[in-house]
Each structure stands twice: as C-alpha cells, then as structure tokens.
C-alpha cells in the first residue's frame, strides 16, 4: 500500500519560507514522478511543482516560479517543496502526489488528474 505522509505547513509571515516533505512509503520517487498541489478556498486544484525522474524535467506553475522549488531526496524517499518569499496568494491547503509514470504529461502536472498516489494536505498559511 502506498502512503504519502506530508508535512511542514504552518503559518508563516509573507516574505517568509517553508519547507514541506512528503515521505512515501510502498512508493520510490527514483525512476518515478511525484508533485505538489495545492487548493485555496473556492478555488479548484492547481499544481504547484511537479518533478518527473525519468527525464530530470521539472514544472512550475508561474506564480511560483522562481520562489518555489522541488527537489526528492531518493535515499530518504522523500519529496520536498522548498517555499520562499511567501504571498498571502499562496495559502491553501497543499497535497504530495506520486505517480507510477517516469514523466508527466503537462496537463497532469498543471491539475493533478491522473495522479496516482495522494497524501493528506497540510496547511499553509501566509499573513500579510
């Protein structure tokens, strides 16, 4: 069975960072896709930042890119979103997925759908 566990939302002050991990278990990222997600109040899903082992190839939403950045970690099994320069535009409730793929098709980073594995979401929480 697959488990994504993640964490290290919080509430954070904007202009600030934080670094959320999401530990898979039954599920390696080496040789795999994996992303993150995130949905605000009243807003649909949207993916944040996907990253796809089978080419290196990573994707970002626009309004992230240059401030977010997503890295795995394949001794640990984990995936990272590393979170800077925070706007309040960013809160939502943030989910891990992982997928079986080697890459993802674009719209599946830019939606989720179609993703085959999902964590628990954390919340992040940005005061301006």
């Known amino acids: 069975e697959v488990q994504l566990q993640a964490s290290g939302g919080g509430l954070v002050q904007a202009g600030g960072s934080l670094r959320l991990s999401c530990a898979a278990s039954g599920f390696t990222f080496n040789g795999h896709s994996g992303g993150w997600f995130r949905q605000a109040p009243g807003k649909e899903r949207e993916g944040v930042a996907c990253?796809?082992?089978?080419?290196?190839?990573?994707y970002y939403a626009d309004s992230v890119e240059g401030r977010f950045t997503i890295s795995s970690d394949n001794a640990k099994n984990t995936l990272y979103l590393q979170m800077n320069s925070l706007k309040p535009e960013d809160m939502a409730v943030y989910y891990c997925?992982?997928?079986?793929?080697?890459?993802?098709?674009?719209?599946?980073?830019?939606?989720?759908?179609?993703?085959?594995?999902w964590g628990e979401g954390t919340q992040v929480t940005v005061s301006s």
């Open positions: 997925a992982a997928d079986d793929s080697p890459t993802l098709l674009t719209v599946v980073a830019v939606t989720g759908y179609g993703m085959d594995y």
């Open positions: 990253i796809s082992s089978g080419d290196g190839s990573t």
